[in-house]
C-alpha cells in the first residue's frame, strides 16, 4: 500500500507558534530557572526548537518511556526505558512532550516525577488531541490542538518514519 503524507500544520505555523510558546514560558518563569524533561524520542525535535526561544536559563534532560501496545495506541503500561540523569529536588521542571493523546503517558510521568520533590512541575505539549483523552491530565502549555487523526514529523512516528519532518503531517494510504 502506497502512503503520503497531507501537510496539517506547516513548517512556518509550528515556528511561529513555539516561538510563542518560548515567550509565554519567558514570562512565567521570569527569575527562575527552568528544566527542561524532554521525553524521548518524540520531544526531542520541539523541545530543541523551544529551548532556544526561552530567554531565562535553561537545564535539560532526557528521559525514554514506551507504552506497551501496537504502534498506533497506548495501553497505559508505561515503561521507563531510560530515567533522568539527575534529580529533580527543588527543580522548576517543565516536561516537554509531543503530543498527549489519551493521556495514559502523561499522567504517569506526571506522578512519578511529582513524586521526586520538584519545586514546580509543569506540561508543555506541541501537540493535543483532546477528543482522545481518558485520562485527566493537565496541560500547562499546548502548541495546538488537532483532530483525532495519527499525525507524523517534528518527532512523530509512524513505525519510526518521518519523524525528521520538519512539519506536521497525516499520513494517508493511497
Ligand atoms: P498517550 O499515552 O495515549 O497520551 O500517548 C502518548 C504517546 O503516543 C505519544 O507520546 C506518542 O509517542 C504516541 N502517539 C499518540 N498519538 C500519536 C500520533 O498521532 N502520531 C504519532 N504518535 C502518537
Ligand atoms: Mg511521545
Not at 537545564?59 to 508505561?78: E, H, L, P, R
Request: proline share 3%.
Amino acid at each position: 500500500m502506497a502512503e503520503s503524507v497531507r501537510i496539517l500544520l506547516s513548517e512556518e505555523e509550528v515556528d511561529k507558534r513555539i516561538k510563542e510558546l518560548g515567550e509565554a514560558i519567558s514570562r512565567d518563569y521570569a527569575g527562575e530557572t527552568v528544566h527542561l524533561v524532554c521525553v524521548l524520542k518524540g520531544g526531542v525535535f520541539f523541545m530543541c526548537e523551544l529551548a532556544k526561544r526561552i530567554t531565562v536559563p535553561v537545564t535539560m534532560d532526557f528521559m525514554s518511556a514506551s507504552s506497551y501496545g501496537s504502534s498506533t495506541k497506548s495501553s497505559g503500561v508505561v515503561k521507563i526505558v531510560k530515567d533522568l540523569d539527575e534529580p529533580l529536588k527543588d527543580r522548576h521542571v517543565l516536561i516537554v512532550e509531543d503530543i498527549v493523546d489519551s493521556g495514559r503517558t502523561l499522567s504517569y510521568l506526571i506522578k512519578m516525577l511529582g513524586d521526586r520533590d520538584p519545586a514546580s512541575i509543569k506540561l508543555c505539549t506541541l501537540l493535543d488531541k483532546p477528543e482522545r483523552r481518558v485520562t485527566d491530565v493537565k496541560v500547562d502549555y499546548t502548541g495546538f490542538e488537532i483532530p483525532d487523526e495519527f499525525v507524523v514529523g517534528y518527532g512523530l512516528d509512524y513505525d519510526q518514519r518521518y519523524r525528521n519532518l520538519p512539519y506536521i503531517g497525516v499520513v494517508e494510504f493511497n
